[in-house]
């Protein structure tokens, strides 16, 4: 079966970095998503991985390491509007995506 | 480029009636893919569509269907509502090449059954 994991809620300062992780097994492994989504909007493409290493565009950063099952997503020097859930998302063989429930980040003053 | 559109943004249904829910993907898009989305679950994937067809599906009963209009707009069709099935029902698009899985959500329809 597939199975994705991920913390269901953190909190964070603004300012610092936080690092959401993600950890999944599914069969046929093809690549790893994360997505950003806003309440009461839809979800928006962060990143996509599907070598093992570290990904940077700006302030968030993306890691996998395929033999681990590991992902994580990084967001540097956070700002108030990056309170939103951060979703990990698996894409498989079969070309499905496969998602975690979310982890709901809210950044504090 | 207009994004995914999805209408209605709200529905309130009772149970056993059906209920029909459109998405009009990005121009150029050939993909569809339907999502329910709930607190506990997170995003489960229903369907999609592909030039019209059925290309992959979720684990869904046969109460959810779908299908695809050769403009590339779908539509999902949910019958003899569930409570169950309150949830936030986003549909996503893709140029749908196999390789392409980036996918660009629509806001979603919020489906309330009582």
């Known amino acids: 079966g597939q199975n994705i994991d991920q913390p269901t809620e953190m909190t964070a300062t603004e300012g610092a970095i936080v690092q959401i992780n993600c950890t999944y097994q599914?069969?046929?492994?093809?690549?790893l998503f994360w997505y950003q989504q806003h309440a009461g909007e839809a979800p928006t493409f962060l990143s996509y991985?599907?070598?093992?290493g570290l990904e940077e565009k700006g302030r968030f950063s993306s890691f996998l390491s395929r033999s681990k099952g590991y992902s994580y997503l990084l967001l540097k020097e956070l700002q108030m509007k990056d309170s939103a859930s951060y979703l990990c998302a698996a894409k498989t063989g079969a070309n499905n995506l496969f998602f975690g429930t979310g982890t709901r980040l809210t950044v504090i003053p | 480029k207009a994004g995914v559109t999805q209408t209605p943004r709200y529905l309130i249904k009772t149970r056993g009636q059906q209920v029909t829910l459109s998405c009009s993907p990005i121009s150029g898009h050939r993909s569809v893919s339907w999502y329910q989305q709930t607190p506990g679950q997170g995003l489960q994937f229903l369907f999609e569509?592909?030039?019209?067809?059925?290309?992959n599906k979720g684990n869904f009963p046969g109460r959810f269907s779908g299908r695809q209009f050769s403009n590339s707009r779908s539509e999902m069709n949910v019958s003899t509502l569930e409570l169950g099935d309150s949830a936030l029902y986003l549909c996503a698009s893709s140029p749908g090449d196999r390789g392409e899985r980036k996918l660009f959500f629509g806001s979603g329809t919020q489906l309330s059954v009582l």
């Open positions: 599914t069969s046929g492994f093809n690549g």
């Open positions: 569509y592909f030039s019209e067809t059925q290309r």
């Open positions: 991985n599907v070598l093992d």
